[in-house]
Protein backbone atom coordinates (compact mmCIF):
# COMPACT_ATOMS: atom_id res chain seq x y z
CA UNK A 1 0.00 0.00 0.00
CA UNK A 2 1.45 3.15 -0.90
CA UNK A 3 1.25 6.16 1.46
CA UNK A 4 3.05 9.46 1.34
CA UNK A 5 2.86 12.06 4.45
CA UNK A 6 3.59 15.60 4.02
CA UNK A 7 5.29 17.67 6.83
CA UNK A 8 6.76 20.96 6.67
CA UNK A 9 4.02 23.49 6.36
CA UNK A 10 3.59 26.73 8.02
CA UNK A 11 3.17 30.35 8.26
CA UNK A 12 5.47 32.65 6.81
CA UNK A 13 5.79 36.36 5.97
CA UNK A 14 6.48 37.32 2.20
CA UNK A 15 10.20 36.62 1.26
CA UNK A 16 10.77 33.62 3.95
CA UNK A 17 11.42 30.12 2.86
CA UNK A 18 10.15 26.59 4.10
CA UNK A 19 10.64 23.19 3.16
CA UNK A 20 8.04 20.44 2.52
CA UNK A 21 8.91 16.84 3.18
CA UNK A 22 6.85 14.24 2.26
CA UNK A 23 7.97 10.33 3.40
CA UNK A 24 6.90 7.55 1.14
CA UNK A 25 6.26 4.38 1.94
CA UNK A 26 5.37 1.13 0.09
CA UNK A 27 6.24 2.78 -3.77
CA UNK A 28 8.48 1.42 -6.45
CA UNK A 29 10.66 4.07 -7.29
CA UNK A 30 11.53 2.38 -10.48
CA UNK A 31 10.41 4.35 -13.57
CA UNK A 32 8.04 6.58 -11.82
CA UNK A 33 7.94 10.71 -11.12
CA UNK A 34 6.49 12.18 -7.99
CA UNK A 35 5.30 15.58 -7.98
CA UNK A 36 4.20 18.28 -5.59
CA UNK A 37 0.76 20.26 -5.97
CA UNK A 38 -1.00 22.71 -4.45
CA UNK A 39 -4.33 23.88 -4.03
CA UNK A 40 -5.94 27.75 -2.77
CA UNK A 41 -9.47 28.15 -1.54
CA UNK A 42 -11.72 28.32 -4.87
CA UNK A 43 -9.03 27.45 -7.19
CA UNK A 44 -7.89 24.26 -9.06
CA UNK A 45 -5.21 22.23 -7.70
CA UNK A 46 -2.13 22.57 -10.10
CA UNK A 47 1.76 21.32 -10.20
CA UNK A 48 4.14 23.65 -8.77
CA UNK A 49 7.13 21.14 -9.10
CA UNK A 50 8.02 17.25 -10.14
CA UNK A 51 10.62 14.80 -10.12
CA UNK A 52 12.26 11.65 -11.80
CA UNK A 53 12.81 9.55 -9.27
CA UNK A 54 16.17 8.84 -10.55
CA UNK A 55 16.91 12.22 -10.07
CA UNK A 56 17.88 13.21 -13.60
CA UNK A 57 14.60 15.49 -14.52
CA UNK A 58 12.83 17.98 -12.68
CA UNK A 59 10.10 20.68 -14.24
CA UNK A 60 8.76 23.51 -12.70
CA UNK A 61 5.70 25.98 -13.01
CA UNK A 62 6.36 29.03 -13.90
CA UNK A 63 5.23 31.11 -10.88
CA UNK A 64 7.85 29.28 -8.72
CA UNK A 65 10.28 28.72 -11.34
CA UNK A 66 13.94 30.20 -9.64
CA UNK A 67 12.08 29.92 -5.99
CA UNK A 68 11.01 25.91 -5.31
CA UNK A 69 13.07 23.56 -5.80
CA UNK A 70 12.59 20.03 -5.97
CA UNK A 71 14.57 16.97 -4.80
CA UNK A 72 14.69 13.92 -3.78
CA UNK A 73 16.40 11.66 -1.16
CA UNK A 74 15.78 7.85 -2.01
CA UNK A 75 18.12 6.55 1.15
CA UNK A 76 15.31 8.19 3.29
CA UNK A 77 12.47 7.57 0.53
CA UNK A 78 11.49 11.21 1.23
CA UNK A 79 10.88 14.11 -1.73
CA UNK A 80 11.48 17.33 -0.29
CA UNK A 81 10.12 21.36 -2.02
CA UNK A 82 12.38 23.79 -1.04
CA UNK A 83 10.86 27.33 -0.91
CA UNK A 84 12.25 30.32 -1.20
CA UNK A 85 11.30 34.03 -1.80
CA UNK A 86 7.39 32.93 -0.74
CA UNK A 87 4.75 34.56 -1.51
CA UNK A 88 1.02 35.69 -0.42
CA UNK A 89 -0.04 33.93 -3.45
CA UNK A 90 1.99 31.22 -2.60
CA UNK A 91 -0.36 30.31 0.17
CA UNK A 92 -2.12 27.15 -0.07
CA UNK A 93 -2.65 23.36 0.70
CA UNK A 94 0.27 22.00 -0.88
CA UNK A 95 0.27 18.34 -1.52
CA UNK A 96 2.58 15.29 -2.92
CA UNK A 97 2.16 12.74 -5.20
CA UNK A 98 3.22 9.65 -7.31
CA UNK A 99 2.87 8.67 -10.77
CA UNK A 100 2.33 4.68 -11.80
CA UNK A 101 4.43 5.26 -14.54
CA UNK A 102 5.65 8.42 -16.24
CA UNK A 103 6.22 10.27 -19.25
CA UNK A 104 9.15 12.50 -19.20
CA UNK A 105 7.14 16.07 -20.69
CA UNK A 106 6.53 18.88 -18.49
CA UNK A 107 3.20 19.33 -19.50
CA UNK A 108 2.35 15.91 -18.28
CA UNK A 109 4.25 15.93 -14.98
CA UNK A 110 2.31 18.62 -14.28
CA UNK A 111 -0.68 17.74 -14.39
CA UNK A 112 -2.51 15.94 -11.71
CA UNK A 113 -4.77 13.64 -13.63
CA UNK A 114 -1.42 11.85 -14.66
CA UNK A 115 -0.77 10.65 -10.96
CA UNK A 116 -2.05 7.42 -8.76
CA UNK A 117 -1.17 8.41 -5.68
CA UNK A 118 -1.76 11.20 -2.91
CA UNK A 119 -1.03 12.41 0.26
CA UNK A 120 -3.46 14.26 2.78
CA UNK A 121 -1.65 17.86 2.22
CA UNK A 122 0.34 20.19 4.51
CA UNK A 123 -0.82 23.76 4.60
CA UNK A 124 1.28 26.65 3.76
CA UNK A 125 0.32 30.13 4.57
CA UNK A 126 2.16 33.57 3.50
CA UNK A 127 1.67 36.92 4.96
CA UNK A 128 1.89 40.02 3.45
Known amino acids: QVQLVESGGGSVQAGGSLRLSCAVS????????MGWFRQAPGKEREGVAA????????HYADSVKGRFTISQDNAKNTVYLQMNSLKPEDTAMYYC?????????????????????WGQGTQVTVSS
Open 26 to 33: GYSYSRNC
Open 97 to 117: AATDGCIMQRWWLLSRSNYAY
Open 51 to 58: ISTDGRNT
